[in-house]
């Protein structure tokens, strides 16, 4: 397709029809037993997961897949029996009007537009984690779908785990008692060869490089990014955004904490010899107004476990609760300087809370689909957090502690840093934002 004609569609197709499109979607309304008819945009990696649990609900049907790489594409429509149609361009399956719901599965750099273009095409929206690249594009989601009444839920299904009303009890008890410091981390020791180096080169056969990149600045291809290596690349994502965003989520629900109200960060490229462009070593601090602070590890030059469970530990003045995808402990407090020294509260050791946390939040979102509710991981939440991940990232670029009001949406000590809430998209995308 040459670079007109994307301009035209873009322009003149789904944008232009937008509100006819979302007024015949609206009308639809779905009984209790009706099917939804569900499209893939984005069918590697994640996607897999994701596929079967919403073909595990006998409520849906899958209508269409869409890739920019024939290979992945033709193996996921061969794993669906071929009963389903497949489209390189996203922009083709949100035109069809027998699609009710998107399931968005793209890089990160993607999310925000082909979310914004669904909705405008009258369609709901399952898209992954991260929400967003950038702190404006979340805003730009969040506004796109209220006006058009859409349903979005961002995928940090973690929201949906079993025990997570149990766990907050927990704190808002007073079980744990006062909580000051929040402490998270993702950790894999990738030394000393990482994602590995390679040379700009052609794409392989069928890979829609200029389609892959869509609103990202230009670039060669190069094997170290695509198809899954772009997390290690600033230009289309972050680790703080693929997995510090599920971390964030959960301690923002846990003490119903909105932003921070500053934000620091140190760490360097100090280990990994590669290609990305994103730090091996980063340490995060988020200050709140409720006077916690949350810091957030980065820990890609080792790998060893730090905290007794592995990914979150909220520290109270009884006790820490530690968290892990699986379960959680609350681990006893002792008196330190001339205090008692006897543990304050008892161990506790949670029940096996294991369970498919991805399947219980992509049926909470069908269940939204047929009742317009809002979904429990709704777009305002997935900003929210993935606003924490930005503001890491900004911190780190400029080197400095960043203050940020949360209702403005602005750092107010830096416009410098300011410049980094969003990005010039290429053409034809441009004009969406």
Request: glycine share 10%.
């Amino acid at each position: 397709m040459n670079t007109t004609t994307r301009r035209s569609f873009v322009k003149g197709g789904a944008l232009a029809a937008a509100s006819l499109a979302t007024a015949m979607s609206s009308k639809r309304v779905h009984g209790a037993s009706e099917r939804i008819r569900v499209g893939f945009i984005g069918v590697g990696g994640r996607a897999g997961s994701l596929l079967r649990g919403f073909q595990a609900n006998e409520d849906v049907q899958l209508v269409a897949l869409c890739d920019v790489y024939k290979k992945t594409l033709d193996k996921r429509v061969s794993e669906a029996g071929g009963a389903v149609d497949a489209h390189e361009d996203f922009r083709r399956l949100l035109d069809r009007k027998d699609i009710d719901a998107v399931v968005i599965v793209t890089p990160d750099h993607w999310h925000a537009l082909q979310t914004i273009l669904a909705c405008q095409a009258g369609k709901d929206v399952y898209v992954e984690k991260p929400l967003t690249r950038t702190i404006r594009e979340g805003r730009m989601m969040v506004e796109v779908t209220r006006k058009h009444n859409r349903v979005v839920q961002t995928g940090t299904q973690h929201r949906s785990r079993k025990d997570l009303g149990e766990i907050q009890a927990l704190i808002q008890d007073g079980t744990i008692g006062k909580v000051t410091v929040i402490r998270a981390y993702r950790k894999s020791n990738m030394t000393p060869t990482g994602i590995g180096k390679a040379p700009d080169s052609d794409p392989p056969p069928g890979f829609n490089w200029d389609l892959w990149l869509g609103p990202a600045p230009y670039r060669p291809y190069r094997a170290t990014i695509a198809p899954y290596k772009f997390r290690w690349w600033k230009d289309y994502s972050s680790q703080l955004g693929n997995w510090g965003v599920h971390h964030f989520d959960i301690v923002r629900i846990l003490l119903d904490e909105l932003a921070p109200v500053s934000v620091s960060a140190h760490g360097g490229n100090f280990a990994v010899d590669d290609d990305r462009t994103i730090p091996d070593t980063l340490e995060v601090t988020y200050e709140f107004a409720s006077g916690r602070i949350l810091t957030f590890g980065q820990y890609e030059a080792c790998g060893n476990a730090a905290l007794p469970r592995g990914g979150t530990e909220l520290r109270g003045t009884l006790g820490t609760l530690a968290l892990s995808w699986d379960g959680y402990e609350v681990i006893p407090e002792s008196g330190g300087q001339m205090q008692e020294w006897e543990p304050r509260i008892k161990p506790i050791v949670s029940k096996d809370s294991s369970g498919d946390d991805t399947q219980l939040h992509i049926r909470n979102f069908l269940d939204c689909v047929k009742s317009r509710e809002k979904p429990i991981g709704d777009v305002e939440e997935g900003h929210r957090s993935t606003t924490l991940s930005h503001l890491g990232n900004i911190a780190y670029e400029m080197k400095t502690r960043i203050e940020w009001d949360a209702k403005a949406e602005r750092i107010t000590n830096s416009e410098e840093a300011n410049r980094l809430l969003h990005y010039d998209y290429r053409e034809p995308w441009k004009s969406v934002a």
